[in-house]
């Protein structure tokens, strides 16, 4: 079957790969859509360290083909979207409803894949760029088969992360200010989690110009190209600022806008030695810095609750999706990702 894999060196799209059947707990599913995120592309530039070879993805939609013992809530045929957390839900965090603190779901990547009887690895638990992946039950979450699977696709990484960093752990409330410091697939989700969650103003900022209409229709009350300008419209500061983008000098501007009692909530991927700084007199109006995994996300709750929003017309998925491309047009699609082309590219088999 065809896949993306990354050897350490280069990424190949390749057309021997095979996985094996699912074991008791686990999920066969044939991939239908992926989207290309960043993170992928972190893996690659070294951004995040990952065991290699690696087949990539961790943002994808399929079919369920098959199921191993012990597995009910899905069944052959049915419609799932993928999460990356394979927590175990036994431990005291996914007891508390943390299943993205579980540290049985961190650092522990498996090896369903093969070349040539060689083991590869499987990236974020997922690995949504081959034909067919194995995951765990917990990971497959069943979706109404009226939503697209190129779309739905985009619910397992960008929506989980930008919606839920707003509606799970900063809990934007009505009325609030928010500022959104970058405007890619995370930035978008972060702008319609805090239109949803009825934040009054909404402030997006890009460096590109052209994403101004993109960022208005997802959310965003006002577009900015700098950071400059947002005092002119907040002038106290914002309740909650996020950080999108990643740079750790962002993450200082972040906390300089913030209000009394405002949070800076940090989304993008740093280098992971990569220092900040801030002044730490600053934080004593009762300012707060909050990292969040995966927007505190638990998948088999928020995914269908995204799925019902998307079908209300309240969640905008569709729209996320700029182009598709055939999976051997990987490299074309890394190129518009890197450009700044695309909301969200997504591969296709």
């Known amino acids: 079957m065809r896949g993306v894999v990354f050897d350490g060196k280069q990424v190949r799209v390749v057309d021997d790969l095979e996985v094996r059947a699912p074991g008791a707990g686990e999920v066969l599913v044939g991939i239908a859509a992926a989207g290309l995120c960043h993170s992928d592309l972190s893996v690659v530039d070294g951004t995040i360290p990952f065991p290699v070879p690696v087949v990539l993805g961790h943002e994808g939609a399929g079919v369920v083909e098959a199921v191993g013992p012990g597995v009910t809530h899905v069944a052959p045929g049915d419609h799932v979207a993928l999460s990356t957390l394979a927590n175990c839900g036994a431990c005291p965090d996914c007891d508390r409803g943390r299943p993205t603190m579980c540290r049985k779901a961190i650092g522990m990547p498996g090896q369903p894949?093969?070349?040539?009887?060689?083991?590869?690895?499987?990236?974020?638990?997922?690995?949504?760029?081959?034909?067919?992946?194995?995951?765990?039950?917990?990971?497959?979450v069943k979706i109404p088969e009226d939503i697209p699977l190129t779309s739905a696709a985009l619910m397992g990484c960008g929506v989980l992360t930008g919606v839920g960093a707003v509606l799970n752990r900063a809990k934007v409330g009505r009325g609030?200010?928010?500022?959104?410091?970058?405007?890619?697939?995370?930035?978008?989700?972060?702008?319609?989690?805090?239109?949803?969650?009825?934040?009054?103003?909404?402030?997006?900022?890009?460096?590109?110009?052209?994403?101004?209409?993109?960022?208005?229709?997802?959310?965003?009350?006002?577009?900015?190209?700098?950071?400059?300008?947002?005092?002119?419209?907040?002038?106290t500061g914002a309740d909650h600022v996020f950080e999108c983008v990643g740079h750790t000098g962002l993450v200082r501007t972040a906390i300089d806008l913030l209000d009394r009692h405002g949070q800076a909530i940090l989304l993008g991927m740093t280098a992971p030695k990569a220092e900040a700084g801030f002044l730490p007199a600053a934080m004593f109006?009762?300012?707060?810095?909050?990292?969040c995994r995966y927007g505190s996300s638990r998948p088999?709750?928020?995914?269908?609750?995204?799925?019902?929003?998307?079908?209300?017309?309240?969640?905008?998925?569709?729209?996320?999706?700029?182009?598709?491309?055939?999976?051997?047009?990987?490299?074309?699609?890394?190129?518009?990702?890197?450009?700044?082309?695309?909301?969200?590219?997504?591969l296709t088999f």
């Open 113 to 140: 894949f093969s070349r040539d009887g060689r083991p590869l690895y499987q990236f974020a638990s997922n690995s949504s760029f081959a034909e067919r992946t194995v995951v765990k039950a917990v990971q497959a």
């Open 300 to 346: 088999q709750r928020d995914i269908p609750l995204y799925a019902e929003l998307y079908r209300s017309g309240r969640l905008l998925l569709d729209e996320l999706v700029t182009t598709t491309y055939p999976v051997e047009e990987f490299a074309r699609a890394v190129e518009d990702a890197e450009a700044g082309k695309v909301a969200r590219g997504v």
């Open 285 to 291: 109006l009762d300012k707060s810095i909050l990292g």
């Open 176 to 235: 609030e200010t928010v500022v959104v410091i970058g405007t890619g697939g995370i930035g978008l989700n972060v702008l319609q989690g805090a239109r949803i969650a009825g934040a009054l103003t909404i402030v997006a900022v890009d460096t590109n110009p052209e994403k101004e209409t993109v960022a208005r229709q997802f959310g965003a009350s006002h577009f900015l190209t700098s950071t400059d300008g947002v005092r002119e419209i907040l002038p």
